[in-house]
C-alpha cells in the first residue's frame, strides 16, 4: 500500500536555527498537507498546497513558515528561527479527491521536533 | 468554523466487550469523516473513510457510521482485544482543503 514517507523522524535543534523537515508524498495524490501535533493537544492544520502553491494557510502559518515542493517528489516544510514553543510532531499527509468524497487522508509517521 | 467534540476523552473496558466511541461536528457540510488511530509517539493510521454521500463503513470488527444531519459519527468496535488499546482520533474535512481534528479517545483495553 502507498505511504507518506517522512525524514527525519526525530529532530533536535537550538532555538533561533532553522530546520527542513522533508516528505515524500503519495506519487498520484494532489493535494499535499503539513499539521503538527504539541504533546497532549489536538493534531492542528499548518497548511495546504496545491497545483504548485499554497491553497490554504492557518493562523499559525505564519511567516516563520514555508513550504516547497522543489521537485516534484518531495514536499518540504522550513521552519526558521525555532522556538521552543515549536517543539511538536509534524505530520505531512497527502489526498486524492473523488467526486464522492474522496480516497482519504494518507499521513506520514511524523517528525517529532524538540527545540532546546 | 468547524469543531469536532470525542466523548469519551479516555475509557477502559476489559477484553472482549464490544464499545462505542462518539464523535460530533458542528457544521454538517462535509466532504467526508475518517476515523484514525494513533499510539503513542506515532503518527496516524487510517481505520476508516465515510464519505459524505455514505452513511457506514466497515473494517474488520470496526463499524463506523456517519449522521451528517445530526452532526455525529460513532466508531463501533466489536470482541475488543488489548491490540486495542490506543488513541482514536476523528477528523472531518469541509473540503480538499484540511482535515479538523477531535481531541482523540483514549481506549484502554484490560487483559
Known amino acids: 500500500e502507498p505511504e507518506v514517507t517522512q525524514t527525519p523522524s526525530h529532530q533536535v535543534t537550538q532555538m533561533g536555527q532553522e530546520v527542513i523537515l522533508r516528505c515524500v508524498p503519495i506519487?498520484?495524490?494532489?493535494?499535499f498537507y503539513w499539521y503538527r501535533q504539541i504533546l497532549g493537544q489536538k493534531v492542528e492544520f499548518l497548511v495546504s498546497?496545491?497545483?504548485?502553491?499554497?491553497?490554504?494557510k492557518s493562523e499559525i502559518f505564519d511567516d516563520q513558515f514555508s513550504v516547497e515542493r522543489p521537485d516534484g517528489s518531495n514536499f518540504t516544510l522550513k521552519i526558521r528561527s525555532t522556538k521552543l514553543e515549536d517543539s511538536a510532531m509534524y505530520f505531512c499527509?497527502?489526498?486524492?479527491?473523488?467526486?464522492?468524497?474522496?480516497?482519504?487522508?494518507?499521513f506520514g509517521s511524523g517528525t517529532r521536533l524538540t527545540v532546546v | 468554523k468547524q469543531e469536532v467534540t470525542q466523548i469519551p476523552a479516555a475509557l477502559s473496558v476489559p477484553e472482549g466487550e464490544n464499545l462505542v466511541l462518539n464523535c460530533s461536528f458542528t457544521?454538517?457540510?462535509?466532504?467526508?469523516l475518517q476515523w484514525f488511530r494513533q499510539d503513542p509517539g506515532k503518527g496516524l493510521t487510517s481505520l476508516l473513510l465515510?464519505?459524505?454521500?455514505?452513511r457506514e463503513q466497515t473494517s474488520g470488527r470496526l463499524n463506523a457510521s456517519l449522521d451528517k444531519s445530526s452532526g455525529r459519527s460513532t466508531l463501533y468496535i466489536a470482541a475488543s482485544q488489548p491490540g486495542d488499546s490506543a488513541t482514536y482520533l476523528c477528523?472531518?474535512?469541509?473540503?480538499?482543503?484540511?482535515?479538523?481534528f477531535g481531541q482523540g479517545t483514549r481506549l484502554t483495553i484490560n487483559p
Open positions: 499527509a497527502s489526498f486524492l479527491p473523488s467526486d464522492r468524497g474522496g480516497y482519504g487522508y494518507t
Open positions: 506519487s498520484n495524490h494532489l493535494y
Open positions: 498546497f496545491y497545483n504548485n502553491e499554497i491553497s490554504e
Open positions: 457544521d454538517s457540510a462535509i466532504y467526508n
Open positions: 465515510i464519505q459524505s454521500s455514505q
Open positions: 477528523a472531518v474535512s469541509e473540503g480538499a482543503q484540511k482535515l479538523v
